[in-house]
């Protein structure tokens, strides 16, 4: 268990104490942006890495409870939504995303997956470790989801300060029609759902995965799904 706590410890270091912070400044000042952005890539593949194996190889009979029916219920109905939002994310256009700031400026950016969330990918991460936590009740299972869970929330909020802090209006622009919260910019009325936009394929592929692993669980996970 304390590999796993110091993998955990070192993915979320690396993650919220770098990415967002003056040491990813300093360290582009000192060996350029390109090269900043291979060694992160590379650092984060590590500890990730780190964590799924030492989470794999930690004792599974520490239980804090243990799970229902409908606590599995909740994952499978939560996780085709999380890989809709992972798969739109990936494969859309975003001003949040390294490189494409400059879509701020754009009046058409905010369509599609952003008028749910602007941060896509990271909640589709926080949702299936969200989703996953309940019906995990086993200790070192919840320290993984945990981990992720602390990058992926905290990580939006360090995102959207750094893009206000760089892009001035043109983030407050879009921001006021967009929402980190799944759907609370459409909920509020600053903007509507519009399925159209969200692409056919991009839905049926988000749910092909998510029907994929359903029927791979045991191999991917280690265990099977029980209802």
């Known amino acids: 268990m304390t590999e796993l706590l110091i993998a955990a410890a070192l993915w979320i270091a690396t993650h919220l104490g770098i990415s967002s912070t003056a040491l990813r400044a300093r360290a582009v000042g000192a060996i350029g942006e390109g090269a900043y952005l291979g060694a992160y890539s590379l650092l984060a593949v590590a500890t990730l890495t780190f964590l799924i194996l030492a989470w794999a190889d930690a004792p599974r009979d520490i239980w804090l409870w243990y799970p229902a029916v409908w606590q599995t219920w909740l ?8 890989f809709v939002l992972l798969v739109s994310g990936l494969l859309g256009p975003n001003p949040t995303s390294v490189g494409q700031e400059r879509r701020l400026a754009d009046p058409d950016t905010v369509r599609g997956v952003l ?27 919840l320290i993984l989801l945990g981990s992720i869970a602390i990058v992926a929330g905290f990580g939006t909020v360090l995102i959207d300060r750094k893009k ?14 967009t929402s980190n919260l799944p759907f609370a910019a459409i909920v509020a009325g600053r903007n509507r759902l519009a399925f159209g936009e969200l692409g056919v394929g991009k839905l049926l592929l988000g749910l092909l995965i998510y029907g994929l692993v359903i029927a791979s669980h045991r191999w991917i996970a280690g265990v099977p799904i029980v209802i």
């Open 115 to 141: 008028r749910i969330t602007r941060h896509p990918v990271q909640w589709a991460f926080l949702l299936w470790a969200l989703a996953h936590a309940p019906a995990n009740g086993e200790l070192a299972t």
């Open 75 to 82: 994952a499978l109905l939560l996780m085709p939504l999380a």
């Open 164 to 177: 206000a802090a760089a892009a001035g209006d043109d983030w407050q622009n879009f921001a006021a029609v």
